[in-house]
């Protein structure tokens, strides 16, 4: 394992960025920022959680001072750090992806993890995580229902050196499974040589990385490392952003091994003439950028290009779209944590239904649960579908 | 003029009106945690770096309102307990809207509806905490324009426009922020909210009464809250051109500059500026990792909005007054729209700070930029910037200030960028290592920073013609030597009028 991420970082690593942060003090972190939006208390924001984090590290704030709105509002979804003008436009020596910059996102995952560190994690985020311990997911569904569904999609691993890897919201959450057979189904039609692991396949270790349980993080990592060295794992198609985000940011030793997104897996045959439209799409679709797949992996166009080549399609951009998407709130600790004021999924709904589409695309299990439960909370006659479940339907 | 009741006594005071206000207003809009507390006290401004402790600017609470009624009865509380207010918009302001210890700050972002456009009459009234950018959009959406655009405007708030006056990079053709507002609602300190305009309530000039509604323009929470405001707006224009060019010898560049900004030439030609190499040198290598010319001493631009035939009309004019003053362009110059840009996208501009630091080397700290900002007159623009480059050498050299010299540095000695009509802002900016700021340092800073203003009154000019920034001790001293003891003696009898109490923003002195 690298010695660099080996050691949890502290406070104390930051505290060059943090300053940073308070000398420049620009406010670019804020106005955009999703917790910011929902809270108006600047204290959630990247300016504002760095003068906690510094006032921690100062001594000026016992963690027993901390409200859980402050801890957990940020989703991950790193609009801070792509807005930020001391990460962007200085050609800044970055090693690795996390040490050098200045992040809302990495703020919190260290409170977290020194709220985990001290036990005082709410209750929703412990179930999870013990969850994530005991049966590999975080909602404490059994590994034997994860086999059963990949046997009876005739798809366990049989020697192919491409796997689908669904995460750990499927099986068990319904739409998560509907988005992944969808994509399974298109697959197959499409004729692509790929398997799934089962239930070897473990939690990404997005999730407790994000709760601020770096340990399990890394046991997460070590298990999915040794599995895919085990049945010779050369490609990885994600279902998710998070995990995709995960691979590709925080794992070490992947060199060999190609991580896609499944979008850009779909695009590329499209693009190829091995997956083709015999059914029009006769509808208004706009689509939500996952932040995991978008700012933070700068995966805009592969989505965009699927939905605008089906025919009869009607694509339309929402107004925060792309870099300047707003988060579905389920990033973080969001889809397990209700914090009472922020009601981010509400919000994104919302400019969705300013478009007066039919449906909603995505390309995140998460934001597919998330947006989903808000359209139909609002009562609004837009449907939420995964871009592989619109494929689907035009083939 | 009433001074702030004693240290001990305001924090009682503070916490009967936090309970008396959780009682009135409801939990959800106060917070007086520790850890939001803290956030709330500093702004961008420099202030903080002449303090050994943050503690000076820590509040009692914030309190976020969501109505002109809440601000009442907050302002109404403040009044009866003698507790000092401190009005915040982006705080992305160089001074005033810090806080101080145990005030309560007035969070005004939570006030941020647009609630009235008349686009016949190009009037729009929003509330105070609506953000720049989100007004920019609401006009973008409807095939209007905004005219007052400020670097920050991500972060700005329209309430904190009017209290700053703030700087539009538009001044050349369309003035500060304060030439767009056309109406205010503000709470006074007696709790009273009224509208004003410039001699009427209605959202227009009139010859009725006085112009009440300029007292707070620039005012910085002195004399009441901003609680609406109502603005003009214009169509979109149709056309933008942008242009820079060269100059070996500065005194052309800023002759150039000069003859660009006429009054003649300000109805398409929105906004010019020059740029020195000392600040083109460092931005350009450090942003672009290219070297500058040597032999190039000033870059001058302009940008030019209007109807398309129109505009290539005037460029035309723009770039013969460009040759006229030997303005050239060569291949090894850097890219053209990375000097538009530059204050264009505040991403570049704040990334500046950067500069200088361990933060281009290894990730680590990055510098505050101390923006200073007099404004003279164009008429002695050059024989100032003369003067002035001397001054700033000091910073420097290492022997006129050892400690400025090992923890401050300059980035831009000054672009002359249009101010009001014939007067021009210097647009200076210094990087500080805020960790290296010592008792000696902060002494040492003082000390040029009334050289700095004593140069700019001598040639006539302000202090300030942004950021207001002035160092806290030297506030009053330098404003009356600004306005002239009658001017500063009439200010003060009117904030002790509106203000008796000295409750609002009382740091901010006069």
């Known amino acids: ?395 | 003029m009433t001074e702030i009741k004693a240290y001990a006594n305001v924090i009682k005071s503070s916490q009967e009106m936090i309970d008396e206000l959780t009682t009135s207003l409801g939990k959800e809009k106060i917070s007086d945690d520790k850890p939001t507390r803290l956030v709330y006290r500093i702004t961008h401004g420099p202030e903080a770096l002449l303090h050994e402790s943050l503690d000076d600017f820590t509040p009692a609470a914030v309190v976020r309102p969501t109505s002109t009624e809440d601000v009442q009865t907050i302002i109404k509380l403040a009044d009866k307990y003698g507790v000092p207010i401190v009005p915040q918009g982006g705080r992305t302001c160089t001074y005033g809207a810090e806080a101080m210890r145990d005030c309560i700050v007035i969070d005004t972002a939570t006030m941020d509806k647009i609630l009235e456009i008349d686009e016949g009459s190009y009037r729009i009234t929003a509330e105070a905490g609506v953000r720049v950018v989100d007004f920019h959009r609401y006009l973008e959406e409807r095939g209007f324009m905004c005219v007052d655009f400020p670097t920050m405007n991500k972060a700005a708030t329209l309430g904190a426009r009017a209290a700053l006056h703030g700087y539009n990079k538009f001044e050349n053709r369309w003035g500060s922020a304060g030439y767009h507002i056309k109406g205010l609602e503000v709470v006074l300190p007696n709790g009273e909210a009224v509208w004003l305009g410039r001699g009427t309530s209605k959202p227009t000039k009139s010859v009725v009464g006085l112009n009440l509604m300029d007292l707070f323009i620039g005012s910085r929470g002195t004399l009441g809250v901003v609680t609406k405001v109502t603005e003009r707006f214009i169509d979109m224009p149709p056309s933008y051109v942008y242009g820079i060019r060269a100059f070996k010898d500065y005194e052309d560049g800023l002759k150039t500059y000069i003859d660009l900004r006429k009054p003649l030439n300000a109805g398409l030609l929105w906004r010019s500026k020059a740029y020195h190499r000392w600040f083109l040198s460092q931005a350009v290598k450090g942003m672009l990792e290219i070297d500058f010319p040597e032999d190039v001493e000033m870059l001058v631009d302009y940008h030019i909005l209007g109807e398309p035939d129109v505009v290539e009309k005037m460029e035309r004019h723009a770039i013969r007054i460009m040759e006229d003053h030997n303005g050239f362009w060569r291949d090894d110059m850097p890219p053209t729209d990375i000097i538009g840009r530059m204050h264009e996208t505040i991403e570049k501009y704040m990334g500046m700070g950067g500069l200088w630091s361990d933060r281009v080397v290894n990730g680590g700290m990055a510098n505050r930029i101390i923006p200073l900002d007099p404004m003279i007159p164009d008429s002695r623009l050059l024989e100032y910037y003369k003067e002035y480059l001397k001054l700033l050498h000091e910073i420097e050299d290492g022997e006129s200030y050892p400690a400025l010299a090992d923890s401050m540095k300059v980035l831009n000695p000054a672009g002359p960028v249009p101010g009001d009509v014939g007067y021009s802002k210097i647009w200076i900016l210094l990087l500080a290592n805020w960790k290296k700021w010592d008792s000696e340092t902060r002494k040492e800073f003082k000390d040029w920073f009334r050289r700095h203003a004593e140069l700019a009154l001598r040639f006539d000019g302000s202090i300030t013609g942004t950021h207001g920034f002035i160092p806290r001790e030297m506030e009053v001293d330098l404003v009356r030597k600004e306005v002239g003891e009658k001017a500063y003696e009439f200010m003060k009898l009117i904030k002790k009028t509106i203000d008796p109490k000295n409750i609002m923003n009382p740091k901010v002195r006069f």
Request: charge should be negative; aromatic fraction near 10%; proline fraction near 4%.
């Open chain 1, 1 to 395: 394992m690298s010695e660099e991420i080996d050691e949890p970082l502290t406070l104390k690593d930051h505290e060059p960025q943090l300053w940073t942060c308070i000398n420049c003090y620009c406010g670019l972190c804020i106005e955009s920022c999703p917790a910011y939006r929902e809270l108006k208390n600047e204290a959630v924001s990247a300016r504002g959680i760095s003068q906690v984090a510094l006032g921690i590290s100062w001594d000026e704030i016992d963690m027993s001072e901390l409200l859980d709105d402050i801890v957990y509002a940020c989703t991950g979804c790193r609009w801070c750090d792509w807005i930020c003008s001391q990460n962007t436009p200085i050609k800044i020596v970055r090693e690795g992806t996390r040490k050098t910059k200045v992040s809302g996102a990495t703020v919190s995952e260290i409170l977290r993890s020194m709220k985990a560190e001290q036990g005082t994690i709410p209750p929703e985020i412990r179930d999870a995580l013990n969850n994530i311990v005991k049966h590999g997911n975080p909602y404490g569904g059994p590994r034997a229902q994860k086999d059963k569904w990949v046997d009876d999609l005739g798809m366990k691993i049989d020697g192919s050196e491409t796997i689908l890897y669904v995460g750990s919201t499927v099986p068990y959450d319904d739409r998560a499974v509907r988005a992944a057979e969808a994509l399974i189904s298109v697959f197959k039609k499409a004729e692509l040589n790929f398997r799934m692991l089962g239930s070897e396949e473990m939690d990404s270790g997005a999730f407790p990385r994000m709760m601020g349980e770096e340990g399990l993080f890394f046991e997460m990592m070590d298990h999915n490392l040794e599995t895919f060295e085990k049945y010779g794992i050369k490609r990885i198609i994600c279902l998710s952003p998070h995990d995709y985000d995960t691979f590709t940011e925080y794992y070490y030793d992947m060199d060999n091994i190609e991580v896609k997104h499944y979008t850009e897996v779909l695009w590329e045959m499209i693009d190829s003439g091995k997956i083709e439209f015999n059914n029009e799409f006769d509808q208004r679709v706009t689509y939500h950028d996952p932040c995991y797949l978008g700012r933070r992996s700068e995966i805009y166009d592969a989505p965009r290009k699927i939905l605008q080549s089906i025919p009869k399609l009607d694509f339309v951009e929402m107004y925060f779209t792309k870099e300047n998407a707003h988060c579905c709130g389920g990033g973080g600790t969001g889809l397990w944590l209700d914090l009472p004021k922020i009601n981010m999924d509400m919000t994104r709904s919302d400019e969705a239904k300013e478009k007066d589409v039919d449906y909603l695309a995505v390309a995140c299990p998460i934001c597919l649960q998330m947006l989903d439960s808000a359209m139909k909370s609002k009562d609004y006659e837009i449907e939420v579908r995964d871009i592989a479940e619109i494929v689907e339907k035009a083939m």
